[in-house]
């Protein structure tokens, strides 16, 4: 393993340190769905992904961005490298402790805000309805705190906080993973993932 807690998060938010540039520039890697970039994730990090799941990262949790580091290792990566396998979340529970441990030592504080989005994206990801609602009052927060020249960027990924929100509100899951966990769909769930937009 060749990667460092910087390298990771130079992959993944390039080199631009204004948050409006960088979701912009970086908006192809983080939300398509493109098989040649989870190739690459796969292939770069894939063994620190494992090393994380290990613990043989932890002392990178000393410093805000090598925690950071690491909740990009298990919440996002593994959704690129094991896409539409139950593998994608098997780290789920491991991101959220560490983003939980971010956020009770005010870590998040000393990130850029587009870095804060992906610390709190386990919350989001999770299938808690507590979780979720914290979710949602960390990107009203993020919200309020970015110039407002960057609002609108901030905005959507409160939107989509709200939307996470309400699925488990409703459904106490997302039912867009059933199939990926060989979990039974109920009549309502079904119908619902036959909506626009259900499986983000």
Same mark, same amino acid.
């Given at each position: 393993m060749t990667e460092t807690s910087e390298s990771i998060l130079t992959f993944w938010f390039g080199t631009s340190h204004d948050d409006?540039?960088?979701?912009?520039?970086?908006?192809?890697?983080?939300? *398509?769905?493109?098989?040649?970039?989870?190739? %690459?994730?796969?292939?770069?990090? !894939? =063994? *620190?992904?494992?090393?994380?799941?290990?613990? %043989?990262?932890?002392?990178?949790? !000393? =410093?805000?961005?090598?925690?950071?580091?690491?909740v990009l290792l298990v919440d996002q990566f593994p959704r690129n490298m094991y896409r539409n396998l139950p593998e994608a979340f098997a780290f789920d529970t491991l991101a959220l402790r560490w983003t939980l441990h971010a956020l009770e030592r005010g870590m998040d504080n000393h990130l850029l805000p587009i870095e804060r989005v992906f610390l709190y994206l386990p919350l989001e990801h999770s299938e808690s309805r507590a979780d979720?609602?914290?979710?949602?009052?960390l990107f009203e927060q993020l919200l309020k705190d970015v110039p407002t020249e960057h609002k609108e960027v901030f905005s959507g990924f409160l939107d989509y906080a709200i939307r996470h929100r309400d699925v488990i509100d409703r459904f106490g899951r997302f039912p867009h993973r059933n199939r990926i966990l060989a979990r039974?769909?109920?009549?309502?769930?079904v119908a619902f993932l036959k909506e626009p937009g259900s499986s983000f």
């Open positions: 409006a540039t960088t979701a912009k520039a970086q908006a192809s890697l983080w939300w *398509s769905k493109n098989e040649h970039t989870d190739q %690459e994730i796969q292939r770069r990090f !894939e =063994s *620190s992904t494992e090393a994380m799941g290990r613990g %043989e990262l932890d002392h990178w949790a !000393e =410093s805000p961005r090598g925690l950071l580091a690491m979720q609602q914290r979710s949602v009052f039974e769909s109920t009549a309502e769930e």
